[in-house]
């Protein structure tokens, strides 16, 4: 049985996170159902780090929703408007590897939290990299994440 006071100063927590989330993202349509469809998994700066065309966001929506996001038809699209009217990008920049934050690794890259911080953790202490093709010698990433986005990446 989980004590009140814990479950208390969870949902205190989820609540506190939900009105930051809030705080931070444009009053349009599909506010609330961007926050509560992306909110449960990440923060929103997720989100609110990328900048992406209609069709990146609908690909972004659709990997969220096989990774088990919860939403109605009718609140996915709501969702997708808002993204992509709010954080629009008519072409990805590219993200440099040597300065990203473990948030637009998380985001852009598509990395799982550990495979970011390997990823800062060797750069740290090996320097940054001359080449996309120096991530392989980074142990806990998977390179295969950083080929699929070759495009979209830099090194400098």
């Known amino acids: 049985m989980i004590p009140r006071s814990l479950l208390a100063v969870s949902l205190l927590g989820l609540l506190s996170a939900?009105?930051?989330?809030?705080?931070?993202?444009?009053?349009?349509?599909?506010?609330?159902?961007t926050v509560r469809m992306c909110s449960t998994c990440h923060e929103v700066e997720r989100a609110t780090?990328?900048?992406?065309?209609?069709?990146?966001?609908?690909?972004?929506?659709?990997?969220?929703?096989?990774?088990?996001?919860r939403a109605s038809d009718e609140e996915r699209a709501k969702v997708l408007?808002?993204?992509?009217?709010?954080?629009?990008?008519?072409?990805?920049?590219?993200?440099?590897?040597?300065?990203?934050?473990?948030?637009?690794?998380?985001?852009?890259?598509?990395?799982?939290?550990?495979?970011?911080?390997?990823?800062?953790?060797?750069r740290k202490t090996s320097g940054p990299c001359k080449s996309l093709d120096d991530v392989k010698k980074a142990p806990g990433v998977s390179f295969k994440k950083i080929d699929e986005r070759r495009d979209r990446l830099v090194c400098f």
């Open 18 to 33: 939900v009105a930051l989330a809030q705080g931070q993202l444009p009053d349009a349509p599909g506010k609330d159902e």
């Open 81 to 122: 408007d808002y993204l992509a009217e709010h954080f629009k990008g008519e072409a990805p920049r590219p993200l440099n590897l040597n300065t990203a934050t473990a948030i637009e690794l998380e985001s852009i890259v598509g990395l799982l939290r550990k495979e970011s911080a390997a990823w800062i953790a060797y």
């Open 49 to 69: 780090s990328v900048r992406l065309s209609r069709e990146g966001w609908q690909d972004t929506i659709a990997k969220m929703v096989d990774l088990g996001a």
